[in-house]
């Protein structure tokens, strides 16, 4: 269905902005005011979780070569629960679509322009993606791999400038929280590493498959640095307790850079960041709910399917949340639930062993 | 139609290019400088009263002002670069605003570089006076926060004729003289860190308002013979309330413990023949630990090393000596235990006053964890009774330029 072939690469490193985007933002404040100064640690934990996520969707790709996630639901279920569940994934794709958007209009509301009605940026996102997606999923995972290296660069940027304030024996002690609290904790960060389950619908629009595997564990892990350095970094600056009491710890830690008073306020380099990133990772999701729909409704086109569907997500997002005190205690108490625990490993994983118990042959025929 | 489309929309594209939609000339801007909180009485209960120092950008941009002036100085006569606006409240916010209806500026926190506390808010707990600024979009964490004895307005409010603002001059001095003799700069996140530890004790300096040294004779006449001063550091108990002051030897003795000290000189006396006389040293870096083990009341007992390096800044004296190893020799063993006694005498202060200044409590949470879960309950009655050893290691690394004072004879070479 899709015509366009993206490299290994390209998904690789799209996959490492959809991973990195949102969660450099929230997770820092969540991780911290949970278990202080040993966020760190459950960044690295949730890894573990992400790498799981991988393998089972790399086993059911390798089980079923050249189908999507959602087309090979109903081989797995059968027809009718196969395209309930194809259903579902979709509404899955646009919600988390939705948060993310919502992630990024509250950001540059509480951020930069306070009076602008929250609105104006979630139309003005989905038009930059609808427009993205339109040119096909070849160019604007090109696009993400030239301009990865920009994001990636500002949150080093980021990480490292505020060295002045640091002190790094804020870290200390080291695990001072229960490994059952930890993993409990880590679960939150795992519902943004786990998006990497979105792989499995970009997979059959790989030129080739050899290394992806290797990739794609190698992005989850990446990305577990990243969040664990941004984490490290604020808790040195700002101390466990404080990191949980921010609202963005990675923006407050921006706005602490003055390096010789001439290197000063850099928080703009964030707005990059987020700007950047937030533009891939709603299109990634936006171009999974349209396959996604056109696959369980059978179309042989996607393209049409844009349109309405990122007004559906555009309408999703402005009915989601009151604020964002709302949208915290979701990704506090429900995000894992919903991601982590159902869409991003749970189902993978009883497909796959579904999926093992049925004969392929059999699935093939019917 | 292919290109008429086009190009309407390209003709509609500048109308966006306006681009001053939410624009703010710089002379609507009143840039927030300092900022000073007090407690207040309101009808009976306790409230803010917040004074701002606010510059006046008209004034300061150079070429409006010589093209208005005339004068080329670049300050409008009659005008002041700074002024001063107090309003109360019962949260800082509402007194903010109510300075609306009496200023034509918009009031930008961006710049704010200082916030003074007066020392009765500081007393009733300064929680509640600190979620404003870290809340503020506008105001950073990196602001320098002090303490006032007395009311701060007074601080913001005073003239300055030489440094023009108050907030400024105290900025800079939190800036260039953070580490020299007893002045700590505290910025609002460090505060906060040591609130949100729960144990050790918040710092901030303090600051006062104090008769100049020597003041022109036009000042004089003016009555602006005072200027602001930074005199030792106010010690938080760990709810951010004010117990006490330390004065300045005690907070010398702090920053050492600390890992603070940049620039600190000493002065040591040096007997010569049994003629007092003085040596300055100035350090020129310094370290120091804190170890941490159990004594055998089953109490903590820390042990704090400390070592530095010092270079002889000044021999006032006429006698000979420091071409003389052994002199030298001396000379390290009196910084060390000069540096002892400010430490002792800061270690004193702060169990008497029961502050954990030093995070020492931290400490026995980071060395001894399995232990510290029995002391963490009754960390504010422990403290005051723990054992506190102190040791010191000093070198002397050069004398600058001179090995004798000029004149010193050489009778004494022999010794």
């Known amino acids: 269905m899709e015509p366009g072939k993206i490299s290994e690469r390209q998904l690789a490193f799209l996959m490492v902005t959809v991973l990195i985007t949102t969660a450099i933002f929230w997770a820092p404040q969540l991780a911290c005011r949970a278990v202080e100064q040993d966020a760190w640690i459950t960044a690295h934990m949730a890894s573990v979780w992400g790498i799981l996520s991988v393998l089972v969707i790399i086993a059911l790709a390798r089980r079923y070569p050249g189908l999507t996630l959602i087309e090979y639901l109903p081989l797995i279920l059968g027809k009718p629960l196969g395209k309930i569940f194809g259903a579902l994934y979709i509404f899955w794709f646009l919600s988390q679509g939705a948060v993310i958007i919502l992630q990024f209009a509250y950001f540059l509301n509480i951020t930069l322009m306070p009076n602008t009605p929250t609105a104006v940026f979630m139309v003005t996102v989905i038009a930059l993606c609808f427009y993205a997606l339109r040119s096909g999923l070849e160019v604007w995972a090109r696009v993400n791999e030239i301009l990865l290296f920009i994001a990636v660069l500002t949150i080093v940027a980021v990480i490292v400038l505020p060295f002045d304030n640091m002190d790094f024996s804020r870290l200390l002690p080291l695990a001072d929280h229960s490994p059952g609290q930890l993993i409990y904790t880590s679960t939150n960060s795992a519902s943004w590493r786990g998006e990497v389950i979105i792989a499995g619908m970009f997979i059959p629009a790989l030129a080739s498959f050899r290394h992806t595997p290797r990739n794609l564990i190698i992005s989850v892990v990446l990305v577990g640095f990243i969040v664990a350095a941004v984490e490290i970094s604020a808790v040195a600056v700002f101390g466990g307790v404080l990191t949980g009491q921010k609202e963005f710890p990675f923006f407050s830690l921006a706005r602490m850079i003055s390096i010789a008073r001439i290197f000063d306020r850099l928080e703009v380099l964030i707005v990059i960041t987020l700007l950047l990133g937030t533009f891939f990772k709603i299109c990634a999701f936006l171009y999974c709910s349209t396959l996604g729909a056109a696959q369980v409704f059978g179309f042989k086109d996607y393209q049409f399917l844009l349109l309405p569907l990122s007004v559906l997500m555009l309408a999703l997002a402005n009915n989601f949340f009151r604020g964002i005190p709302d949208m915290t205690d979701f990704l506090t108490h429900v995000f894992p639930g919903t991601a982590l625990f159902s869409a991003e490993l749970v189902i993978p994983l009883f497909l796959y062993l579904i999926a093992i118990f049925r004969p392929l042959k059999q699935v093939k025929e019917s | ?415």
Request: net charge negative; aromatic share 8%.
């Open chain 2, 1 to 415: 139609m292919k290109r008429i489309i086009p190009a309407l929309f390209i003709m509609i594209l500048p109308i966006l290019f306006y681009g001053c939609w939410d624009r703010r000339e710089i002379s609507d801007l009143g840039l927030v400088v300092g900022a000073a909180v007090d407690q207040a009485e309101l009808a009976g209960k306790t409230g803010v009263e917040i004074t701002l120092q606010v510059a006046n950008p008209v004034v300061m941009t150079a070429g409006q002002g010589a093209a208005a002036g005339g004068g080329g100085t670049g300050v409008i006569s009659g005008m002041v670069p700074f002024w001063t606006i107090s309003e109360t409240g019962e949260t800082i916010r509402s007194a903010i605003s109510k300075t609306n209806y009496r200023i034509p500026r918009h009031l930008f926190w961006g710049h704010n570089r200082v916030i003074i506390y007066g020392d009765k808010a500081a007393r009733s707990g300064l929680v509640p006076f600190l979620d404003r600024i870290t809340r503020g979009i506008e105001s950073r964490d990196n602001n320098f926060i002090a303490v006032s004895k007395g009311d701060a307005g007074k601080i913001l409010e005073l003239e300055s004729p030489a440094f023009q603002s108050t907030a400024l001059a105290l900025n800079s001095i939190f800036l260039d003289k953070d580490g020299w003799q007893g002045i700590l700069a505290v910025d609002l996140a460090d505060f906060e860190y040591r609130l949100g530890t729960g144990i050790t004790s918040p710092l901030a300096p303090v600051v006062e308002v104090i008769p100049q040294t020597s003041a022109l004779f036009k000042e004089k006449q003016a009555g602006l013979i005072n200027t602001v001063a930074i005199t030792g550091l106010a010690a938080f108990d760990p709810d951010g309330r004010l117990v006490d002051y330390f004065n300045e030897r005690e907070s010398m003795g702090l920053l050492w413990v600390m890992n603070r000290v940049k620039n600190r000189e000493m002065t040591i006396p040096h007997f010569a023949g049994g003629i007092e006389e003085h040596i300055s040293l100035r350090q020129v870096n310094a370290k120091s630990k804190m170890d941490v083990s159990i004594g055998d009341d089953g109490l903590p007992v820390f042990e704090i090393k400390t070592q530095a390096r010092f270079d002889v800044m000044e021999h006032f004296g006429a006698s000979r000596g420091l071409s003389d190893v052994s002199v030298i020799y001396d000379l390290e063993k009196m910084a060390a235990s000069q540096m002892i006694n400010e430490i002792e005498a800061a270690v004193k202060r702060s169990q008497q006053i029961n502050t954990d200044v030093f995070g020492l409590g931290e400490e026995v949470q980071r060395q001894l964890r399995r232990e510290w879960p029995q002391y963490k309950e009754h960390w504010r009655e422990i403290y005051p009774i723990v054992n506190v050893t102190i040791e010191c290691e000093t070198r002397i690394r050069d004398r600058q330029l001179a090995v004798e004072p000029p004149g010193s004879r050489t009778e004494g070479a022999g010794q």
